[in-house]
């Protein structure tokens, strides 16, 4: 059973840096997809970051690129997102997810994505 289990969530305030971490069992995913989504209150989920672990190749929503890094460690089987200079729109739910066999146009898309953490909150104070 797959089970993928974020963690690092806070509150900061408006600049500040945080990260999440996202340990994913049940399965390797070191040749699928993994990355992060975020919902806010009242918003629908939106995209903010994934990579493609096989080829290493990662992709950025347009509003946080720069911003946010995107890693992963292998060998824990765990994604990451530093984020940097954190604003106060983004406070959110940010949800980890995990799937295989993800083609690159849909990577964006949380359709695409098999499985889902339960959230962690980010909250940013202005």
């Known amino acids: 059973q797959v089970h993928l289990a974020e963690s690092g969530g806070g509150l900061v305030k408006a600049g500040d840096s945080l990260t999440l971490s996202c340990a994913a069992s049940?399965?390797?995913?070191?040749?699928?997809?993994m990355g992060w989504f975020r919902q806010a209150p009242g918003k629908e989920q939106e995209f903010v970051a994934t990579g493609k672990w096989s080829g290493g190749h990662t992709y950025y929503s347009d509003s946080v690129k720069g911003r946010f890094t995107i890693s992963r460690d292998d060998a824990k089987n765990t994604i990451y997102l530093q984020m940097n200079n954190l604003k106060p729109e983004e406070t959110a739910v940010y949800y980890c997810?995990?799937?295989?066999?993800?083609?690159?146009?849909?990577?964006?898309?949380?359709?695409?994505?098999?499985?889902w953490g339960q959230g962690t909150q980010v909250t940013v104070a202005s």
């Open positions: 997810a995990a799937g295989m066999g993800v083609i690159t146009s849909s990577l964006r898309s949380a359709a695409a994505y098999t499985y």
């Open positions: 049940g399965q390797s995913f070191r040749r699928g997809a």
